[in-house]
């Protein structure tokens, strides 16, 4: 069974932990225990998914006994256009766990990726309710290439990722690295609820290199090209066009080019 080793912080608790061999997707399973009254700080993880969720309608590869799947349900006080900067925290919270582990070279890419040498290790899907303006509950879903071999995916997938034990070239216990990021997380998750995003997006922006980078970005409205100038105190992307134009970017993909 995948058990994070120790869950000692206020937030997540053994008795809100669900643990399953095989689910169709974490984050569906989250999102139906959310709309019914599981409580905030509830993990769902499964060894295995069948219809692991990507961004943006894509699948997540999900094969049994090898990688990191789970989603939480977190419940705080925010209005819905500040979801983004929860998702940027689990972002942050992740690269510093996967660094801490020994991928000494992950980086985040905006706005929910961490990459190494430009190959996908983990990904990050959240998803949120709300009531008017005011959030109701949000599940963050995040998936982490682990032990098993970038070459063993599906050939347009493999191509485009890395796991954990191709860089480290050893297997890492699953358990305890869920465990380092829930810790890790609920640390950020505290500090954000406290003192806003102005710290979450300072720490973002140390592993993030993806400033000055000439980019494409595709949106549901369209694909704009530019320059990267930043992430806003907001964590919207800002492009410079070349007609000097400022763009600032609230969902799409990014392709460096
Ligand atoms: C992406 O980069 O496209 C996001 C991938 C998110 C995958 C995780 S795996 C656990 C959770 N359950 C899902 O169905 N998706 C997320």
Redesign the pocket.
Known sequence: MLLPDDLTGKLFLPQNYHFHAVLD????EAMDLAHGDAPEGTVVVADQ?T?????LG?V?V?PPGVNL???MILRPPLVARQVAQLTLLAGLALVETLVAAGVVEAVVKWP??ILVHGK?LA???SEMVAVGERVRFVVI???VNVNGHAASFPQEVAERAVTMVDILCQSTDRGGLLAEFLRTFEGWYGRYLQEGFVPVRQGWLGYARLMGQPVRVEMASGVQTGVVLDMDEDGFLLIRQKEGELFRVMAGDVVFI
């Open positions: 997707s974490t984050n569906r998914q219809k692991g969720r990507g961004r894509r997540w999900s799947y789970f989603s929910n990726d996908k990904g990050i899907l879903g995040v998936g």
